[in-house]
DNA sequence: CATGGCAATGTAATGCTTTACATTTTGGAC
DNA sequence: GTCCAAAATGTAAAGCATTACATTGCCATG
């Protein structure tokens, strides 16, 4: 079991030197055409690889770009990712993915690849910067790191960020049931710790308010984003007895809980009560009923943060700490109905 | 702005050698009390942090393993890749996922990763492993490559896998199928290019012929595994005027798209027809009704595959061409019921 | 035939860290 | 105070590719 070939290796073979072998990898327009022809021949005899941990250390970058992703599970996440794809593959970059699962270890983990030279820049998709790098930022501002937040804001935005307007499109859900005459209305939030949360949140409480709504606490429901806790928060409504005229869910995945645990205590949704959503994944599509739902506009979010990053990646243009913000509407489907007093006439 | 600072830097402040900067890092036991203090401090003032490019480069190897995942808005794997991260990052080994959309191009390039050193070894979900990898390998006895396949087995089975027994489970899905009194059963396969279809497919019809029942094309219908492909089927099924007496879906989203469009047309499942998935799936218990499915033993497939990686990595054990078996169950919801004739007496 | 210019190739420095080996320092025993 | 072992630290090579700069060889022009 011989040691791996290097460029020396093949060099040798080819009777050239270290640097025409590199020449013909990357400019081969400068080779002769019998020279390239031997250089290709031994990289074949050699079974010669490039080590990139060589390359990069040279070069002084990788061609990567690291995204952080919260929850790999959640299928919100999965078009953004293929939007930051396309743009990030056709510049060249490789994407590398890394979990963190609301880890602050793990994304400092990931993180220091950043920092290290493992990867040109970052995408956040996580809502947070460890504190260690947030620190390293401000206290070197002319040298700024090519970190982009994307979807869920920092709350402290010191980079770029690209979404949309979360308390607009949670108003314009809001809207959107007290148009069909829902008083009563009940937010199923995000945990407290998530910046979007407080977004939404206020969204919702504005446009009630502007209603000449009051909102109580009891009008407010902590979920967690998962399916498992919108079951949890319809058990929570059922067994106060008194249920609302809507709910509007601060995601998908919860308003599809909720609406499978109303389903077996035999509520109807949208007759009994009217359930909206937030994000429109595709199960929001195939739920008993379709779920009305924010629509964001996902891949391009994920194309627009990817082309902010390159830019502070090249280092050309100065996209100081720009926010971008992108449009979501409201899709209509089943499981919003106009209220009783609207029907009964 | 200034340059990133170099280990050089650290100790030139520090008043000490690269080599004592380095075993600060590193060793620091060996170190003594007053030097380390020293070194620290130097480090926070030069705001110095590691290059892993150059690490990686000397050490001859990167702590990263990277996991090829076809399809990341399938929610299947995100319990896969739980189980692989909790081995793997008490290994001490950071990991990459790179998304290849089932596109060759993007296996190879991010196998070279592996190739290259910019990874220790690799994990494959995509049931696929590139001509040029599998040439490789083929050629190179001796230097095994750091490979697992997960959950999809290689047409060529060159490398390590872990999975389950597909045909078995598929065979237990029919059998709980033909044991509620079905006859007439459809089955959804996946898509023929995928290794897993096959598999299933076999399973199914083995047990049907085992009933004494034959299994006739149009008992076959393709679908590509997306909750799209599930809507089309049903359609079909529709159109066709004939409603079979069960569904066996190759996976929970065809099969909840399968639902979603059957009780748009009325049809009642499990009255009218039984559906049964394979899977489960997070949203195949809040799907309407709930869904019967084949339980696969996710974060387990994912240990045990890291396991098996990292023992490769080691080199210390020789695990062969080991395939690990993992037990698949069947998990009873409510879209299966016995078939008319039992319950009509 | 001499010269300028270009194409093709080579030389060697550079990027940063780890680590085997060498050297110095420290502390204790006598 | 000497000596030794152990602890602490230093020196320098190695890991592999890229690339600025230097060199060689050739052709065409005058």
Same mark, same amino acid.
């Given at each position: ?23 013909? !990898?990357?400019?081969?327009? /400068? ?20 080590? %990139? ?24 996440? *999965? ?23 609301? #880890? ?12 290290? *030279?493992?990867? #040109? ?55 959107? /049931? !007290? ?33 000449? %709504?009051?909102?109580?606490? $009891?009008? !407010? ?7 498992? *806790? ?21 995601? $998908? ?37 379709? /779920? ?17 990053? /390159? ?35």
């Amino acid at each position: 079991m011989n040691k791996r070939a290097t460029i020396g290796d093949v060099a040798q073979l080819a009777g050239v030197s270290t640097a025409t072998v590199s020449r013909v !990898l990357h400019t081969p327009e /400068l080779v002769s055409d019998s020279t390239r022809k031997a250089v290709h021949s031994a990289i074949n005899k050699t079974n010669y690889t490039l080590n %990139l941990a060589a390359r990069n250390l040279r070069q002084q970058r990788s061609n990567a770009i690291v995204v952080l992703v919260p929850d790999i599970g959640n299928t919100f996440f *999965s078009e953004i990712l293929a939007g930051i794809e396309r743009v990030a593959s056709s510049a060249g970059q490789t994407i590398l993915i890394g979990h963190t699962a609301h #880890d602050q270890l793990r994304e400092e983990k990931y993180l220091n690849n950043l920092l290290n *030279s493992q990867a #040109d820049g970052a995408l956040l998709l996580n809502g947070h910067l460890p504190d260690s790098v947030a620190a390293k930022i401000r206290e070197t501002p002319g040298r700024r790191l090519p970190i982009v937040s994307v979807s869920e804001a920092l709350a402290d935005q010191i980079v770029p960020h690209v979404g949309i307007d979360n308390a607009g499109a949670a108003a314009l859900a809001t809207q959107y /049931l !007290l148009d069909h005459g829902h008083r009563h209305i009940v937010h199923l939030r995000g945990p407290a710790s998530n910046i979007l949360t407080g977004q939404r949140t206020s969204g919702f409480a504005r446009t009630m308010k502007a209603a000449g %709504l009051q909102v109580s606490p $009891d009008m !407010l429901l902590d979920g967690d984003f998962t399916i498992e *806790s919108g079951i949890a928060a319809a058990a929570v409504l059922i067994a106060a007895g008194l249920m609302p005229d809507a709910v509007f869910c601060a995601n $998908d995945e919860m308003a599809i809980g909720l609406m499978s645990r109303l389903a077996e205590h035999g509520i109807r949704v949208p007759q009994d009560v009217s359930v909206i959503g937030f994000d429109d994944i595709a199960f929001s599509r195939t739920a008993q009923p379709a /779920l009305t739902t924010i629509h964001q506009p996902r891949a391009e979010i994920g194309e627009r943060a990817t082309q902010t990053l /390159l830019e502070l990646i090249a280092g050309d243009t100065d996209v100081g700490n720009l926010i971008t913000t992108l449009p979501a509407d409201l899709v209509e489907r089943a499981s919003v109905a106009p209220h009783q007093r609207f029907t009964a006439t």
